[in-house]
């Protein structure tokens, strides 16, 4: 059975309805009114690491190391003063795409307006979990960016049918 709309970005009428089902779309966000766009759905900064080490990936799962990370402690204000480099961020927001849902994360526009990348990968339909993704500060300066703080938008896209679900190494990532 194909869908009529396959391929269409979710607007803000349907990612509301999504969100309100079970399990809803998006869950965990601060500030839901806030952060509902018109065409996705902003997370916001939960944690932040700095990376120690060497990763690895090879051909297949078993030769993947991940890069060994600190936690990188926020200031009295809330804010996380990270200086250039590479740094690993955690979102609050537990995301639960259903099998006819895939998303792209994209950065927020003032990110690169201070200097600051943000670089994700794909949401699989299926996949359930508070994502990580890499922020690197380029601005010589550093950067200050607050907990809680809108860092990426997830945008929406409806597959042409229901997929088998995602069951990769971080289906249920840091939902523990």
């Known amino acids: 059975m194909t869908v009529p709309d396959a391929g269409s970005v979710l607007g803000a009428a349907t990612l509301w309805q999504r969100i309100a089902s079970s399990p ?30 060497t990763g690895q990936i090879g051909i297949d799962d078993a030769e993947r ?7 990188v402690s926020p200031d009295a204000d809330d804010y996380y003063r990270l200086d250039p480099g590479p740094y690993v961020v955690r979102l609050n927001e537990l995301v639960s795409l259903p099998n006819d849902v895939m998303a792209f994360g994209r950065p927020r526009s003032s990110l690169a307006r201070c200097g600051v990348a943000l670089h994700t990968a794909v949401w699989d339909a299926g996949y359930r979990g508070r994502s990580e993704a890499l922020l690197v500060v380029y601005n010589a300066a550093g950067f200050r960016v607050r907990r809680n703080a809108r860092i990426l938008q997830l945008v929406f896209c409806r597959l042409d049918r229901p997929t088998e679900p995602y069951q990769g190494h971080y289906q249920e990532e840091n939902t523990g």
Request: charged share 15%; hydrophobic share 45%.
């Open 65 to 71: 190391q991940l890069s060994g990370r600190v936690a």
């Open 24 to 53: 809803p779309l998006v869950a965990g966000a601060p500030d839901l009114q806030a952060q509902v766009q018109p065409n996705g759905v902003d997370l916001t900064l939960e944690s932040v690491w700095r990376l120690t080490d």
